[in-house]
């Protein structure tokens, strides 16, 4: 068991299989944990070697099924490993954003939130917890007039269009919170978890209620979308309004 646990946790330790669990930073103490694991399960079989070299016989000549049994029956705890490789569950996605109350707002002064990046090719790239925070609790506005390019997945929307939405994870998947933005003015029907790149401006000062909710939610009107492939990491790390 040793060596099964070791083997996966140095194998999650250095796949990008991790990042649907756990953020990127947290794959080299896994990876070290699992080197561990590795060598004390050497140990313990060069341990067991050594003793039976040394006389391991069952005294009166009797023999040991109970340890044989118990052996084989302890082999059964490896199916979860296996369950892990076979059959890995996804990221978060559409299904999750709607049975998860979106991100609150974070403490400290939002006035005082850093200038608009730069723009680039005609639009300021943002993540989308940042649009999220700038749009709802920015004292001083600054994505009025600002042409922004986000990148999330497309999740239903109650009212017209469709949401923009991410994941923002502080440590592993069971703590991320979703960010959501809806998404006026595309006209093409988008299927849920569909990857976007979508270009454009924030409706200022217009938000739409979260069905079930107390919280908002800004409103972009887009004038540019494309669909891209899944990032490598389909999580936002920043703590930006946090």
Partial sequence: ??????GMGAFLGRSDLTLSYVRAGIRPLLL???L??????????AGGARSRGEGGAVPDGGHDH?????SRIGWLLVLPLL?????APPALGSYA???RAPASGGGGDQG????????????????LSEFYYRALFDERHSLNGVRVRLLGFAAPNHGDGYLLARF??????????VVEVAVHGDTVKRAPDQWLMVEGHLVPSSKVEDPGTTDAVPVLVADSVTAVAPPKDRYEHSLFGF
Avoid at 66 to 70: E, K, R
Avoid at 83 to 87: A, H
Avoid at 112 to 122: H, I, Y
């Fill in 1 to 6: 068991m040793l060596l099964a646990v070791g």
């Fill in 32 to 34: 070290a944990s699992g």
């Fill in 36 to 45: 561990l694991l590795l060598a004390l399960g050497a140990a313990a079989l």
């Fill in 66 to 70: 109970g340890g044989h049994g118990a």
């Fill in 83 to 87: 369950v892990l490789i076979l059959v």
């Fill in 97 to 99: 954003a709607g049975r």
């Fill in 112 to 127: 005082s939130m850093p200038p608009v990046g730069q723009a680039v090719g005609g639009a300021v790239p943002m993540e």
């Fill in 168 to 177: 923002a994870m502080y440590c592993c998947a069971a703590d991320a919170e």
